[in-house]
């Protein structure tokens, strides 16, 4: 057979003489307990990799498909009274690059780039040229245009979501709202002062995610964004309108350097509307100087002239030596104080201390001024304010100078009873003049909006003295006063003329600043305005006819805003049958 | 014996399928949420520029510039203008 034959030509396997040696028996056990040590040390050296010491393997696991995702929050809003914007933020794209990888980009998607983003090549290549990993090639860019440079698909270039500020009302409430910087951060105004409460807080979470980038499952905790508070403010952006509109035309007409305009509910003290001017657009601020910057109304201080005279009037009626009608004879129209003389700008003879208001008078206001111990002459002012910031927590609001009392010689005593030797801040005067309005309590003001229906605030004065006085204020703006074009149709209003030299380098100059302070109705004081234009050089340079007049287009504007019942008659036109009038 | 280990064998497989299905589901589910909220904050921004263009046509310099320029109004002066009582008001009188 085939097969035998074969199997007999050879050795038969198991036969094979090699087989037939016996090997030691260690060698085979050797080899089985090195191969046992070897699986022993790998299994040991998984225990300690999975159990012991198992953060390396975690963390590369993580790295792998877990990732943390930041929320962002967005910064509060900033709105008026009524709900109306004033600052929001919206989301917008950055486009960052890492300059090795996206310089090699081609030529058309170069010019593609650079015509998107609104820069020029070379700007693109400088901002490409750095040797950092990272640069900004534009912030702040809106989303269509983000969405077109991402469809550009060029290998390098990233975007980034952050927010835009915007300021809807620009230029009318710039003061007030201020700004923020490119990180969201307050640099003026309320922005600075509510930085706090808007700034949002982001969240986070701990998601896994799949190949293609998708979030498949939420592992972990998340921590879900705050987003910053909304800050309501006091303002009334109709109102501030107002302002904002009367206030650019008169400077404009009048050739002034500067001017402020603010506006007061003495029921509650909250602050309606407060305006500067120059301003400057908060969307655009390219070309920014100091001037249109400042805060006037808050930051800058100046002597107030006459318009303090009701200040020392109440003063004096509150003391029980004068009355309304006590006689006071201001005649030569002049005074003098030591080596100092005083005079009136133009002679009177003898008036009734409603009339030295009303008129305006230097000597007769100094005359009862003269008559104060100098401590409750500077306690009343400081009362009233002066001399101390206006507590508003807004960034660089001053305290004014007034000087204390122990060193006042007579004749300061004289001039500071007409607002000469004193400095205030135009929101310090408005703030004074609450008294008149609120029966001789001094207002704490807000500029953000307060719920509660009626603020109380230190007694200065009595409500029979602030009666007297509102008749004085009102007759100031009478034909015979200083002040007829501060009327008001429809409503009877009170108010105060000044017009002060201007101080530089330590001496008065000819040079003006025009104001009018004033509160409306009489019957039932509701606001108080206070106008201050800075040096008008055209038109007139008297209080009463350069911020006369703002103060009642203001005045009148603000108070048919509110829908204050007029308390004088109102001429009207005849009504036809149908109700309408022509 | 070795018929309940079979049959364990099976549903163990069955178990780990529908284990495997069900992830797969979710994940799906978790996807189509994820979309969704996605989709909502997206409206929430649009809402948000939506209002912000809304207050920008709506202020009161650009209200003023086309009521005299477009619509030709004036400013009343005193003559002109009329303060309605409070019964009036009530009766709804223009």
Known sequence: ?582 | MLRVNVFLLVVAVVCALGVVTSQHRARKLFQDLEAEQERGRQLEVEFGQLRLEMSTWATSPRIEKVARENLHMVTPDASGRGVPTRSEVAKGGR
């Open chain 1, 1 to 582: 057979m085939v097969v035998r034959r074969r199997l007999q030509r050879g050795h038969r396997y198991i036969e094979s003489p090699v087989l037939q040696l016996a090997l030691q028996g260690w060698r085979s056990r050797m080899v089985g307990l090195l191969l046992m040590l070897a699986f022993l040390a790998l299994v040991l050296r998984g225990f300690y990799l999975q159990v012991i010491n198992n953060e390396f393997l975690q963390e590369k696991g993580d790295s792998r498909y877990r990732r943390e995702i930041e929320i962002s929050a967005s910064r509060g809003k900033i709105l008026d009274r009524h709900e109306e914007m004033l600052a929001v933020s919206t989301p917008m794209k950055s486009i960052w690059a890492i300059p090795a990888d996206a310089k090699k980009m081609t030529g058309e998607q170069h010019q593609q780039l650079s015509a998107l983003l609104e820069l020029s090549i070379s700007d693109l290549d400088a901002k490409l040229a750095t040797e950092k990993t990272f640069a900004y090639i534009r912030r702040q860019v809106s989303p269509e245009v983000a969405e077109r440079v991402a469809a550009l698909k060029i290998q390098g270039i990233y975007q980034e979501k952050e927010y835009r500020r915007f300021y809807p009302t620009g230029e009318m409430t710039a003061h007030i709202v201020g700004f923020t910087g490119i990180d969201d951060k307050g640099l003026e105004g309320v922005e600075l002062a509510y930085q706090r409460s808007l700034l949002g807080r982001p969240g986070s979470r701990t998601v896994i995610r799949d190949r293609r980038g998708n979030i498949v499952e939420d592992i972990g905790a998340s921590l879900a964004p705050q987003d910053g508070q909304d800050v309501h403010l006091a303002m009334d952006s109709k109102i501030q309108y107002i302002a904002y509109s009367q206030l650019k035309s008169a400077v404009e007409e009048h050739k002034a350097k500067a001017g402020g305009a603010v506006v007061i509910d003495t029921q509650s003290g909250e602050v309606l509307a407060l305006v500067n001017w120059p301003t400057y657009n908060p969307n655009n601020r390219d070309s920014l100087t100091g001037a249109q910057l400042r805060n006037r109304a808050l930051t800058d201080t100046f002597e107030p002239g006459s318009v303090m005279k009701p200040f020392t009037a109440a003063l004096a009626l509150e003391r029980g030596k004068y009355r309304a009608d006590s006689l006071i004879n201001t005649a030569p129209g002049r005074l003098s104080i030591g080596p100092a003389t005083i005079s009136d700008a133009h002679p009177h003879g003898v008036l009734t201390v409603a009339q030295v208001i009303q008129k305006s008078s230097n000597v007769g206001t100094a005359k009862m001024a003269l008559g104060f111990a100098p401590q409750e002459m500077w306690e009343m002012f400081s009362g009233l304010g002066f001399g101390q910031a206006p507590g508003l927590g807004f960034p660089g609001e001053v305290n004014g100078r007034l000087r204390p009392w122990k060193n006042w010689r007579p004749i300061e005593q004289a001039t500071m009873s007409y607002g000469h030797g004193i400095a205030v801040s135009l929101i310090q005067l408005a703030r004074a003049y609450t008294v008149f309005a609120h029966d001789g309590e001094i207002l704490p003001l807000s500029l953000v909006r307060l719920n509660q229906g009626s603020a109380s605030g230190n007694r200065i004065f009595s409500s029979q003295t602030m009666k007297e006085l509102r008749t004085m204020l009102e007759m100031a703006v009478q034909p015979e006063g200083t002040a007829p074009k501060a009327r008001v149709s429809g409503y009877r209003v009170g108010g105060k003329t000044g017009t002060a030299y201007k101080l530089e380098n330590g001496a008065y100059v000819k040079k003006y600043i025009a104001s009018f302070v004033g509160v409306a109705p009489i019957s039932a004081p509701r606001l108080v305005v206070a106008v201050m234009i800075d040096e008008p050089s055209a038109g007139g340079h008297f209080g009463g006819d350069v911020a006369g007049p703002i103060f009642s287009r203001i005045m009148g504007g603000a108070l048919r805003t509110l829908g204050v019942d007029p308390d004088a008659p109102v001429p009207t036109a005849p009504m036809k049958n149908d109700g309408r009038r022509l």
